[in-house]
């Protein structure tokens, strides 16, 4: 998996692994936009950092649902300085591009590795950017959810060569 530079294109090695009991105090609303202690109760916390370096890019909260063979994105955040609001556009360039779509294929490869062909990953979008999910990675509309099926979910998955 890779992310780019923004400013110089240049590709960078990224890995997705749980949030540790170190993490919790390094992901702030103000950096990541929510209260991530909160989203301990119920799900499962990863995070998306550059290979060795410690600093949090992306982090995302799961739930897996067994009895539907999906697994649910809860919550994702990119760190704020990966996040261009609509009002900021042309002002400021973000540091790097590919962060939720790496934590998405990855969630798409975890819930194929448990549920094989017949797996589902979904996302509950924030409305502004269910437009955004549907166009940038090939996910249908269910309504309050949004989600990869079939040969999307596996273009997508090898789009971020998981």
């Known amino acids: 998996m890779k992310i780019q530079h923004c400013s ?3 590709e960078i090695d ?17 950096r990541y936009f929510f209260d991530w202690k909160k989203a301990f109760n119920g799900t499962t916390l990863y995070k998306l950092r550059i290979k060795d370096h410690e600093d949090i890019k992306g982090v995302m909260a ?3 649902y067994p009895d539907e063979m999906r ?3 809860e919550i ?25 779509g790496n934590l998405i294929a990855w969630a798409g490869r975890q819930a194929i590795k448990k549920y094989g062909a017949v797996a589902c990953v979904s996302l509950k979008p924030k ?19 949004v989600f ?8 997508l998955i090898t789009d971020h060569n998981l």
């Open 8 to 10: 110089t294109g240049t």
């Open 14 to 30: 990224v890995i997705v692994e749980p949030v540790t009991a170190e993490d919790p105090g390094k992901l702030t609303r103000k």
């Open 62 to 64: 799961l739930v897996d």
């Open 71 to 73: 697994i649910q994105i």
């Open 76 to 100: 994702l955040a990119v760190s704020a300085e990966n996040v261009i609001l609509k009002k900021d556009k042309g002002k400021k360039q973000k540091e790097y591009e590919n962060i939720a």
């Open 127 to 145: 409305t502004l950017l269910k437009k955004h999910y549907m166009t940038a990675y090939g996910m249908s509309d269910g309504g309050t959810q």
């Open 148 to 155: 990869p099926e079939g040969p999307n979910l596996i273009k």
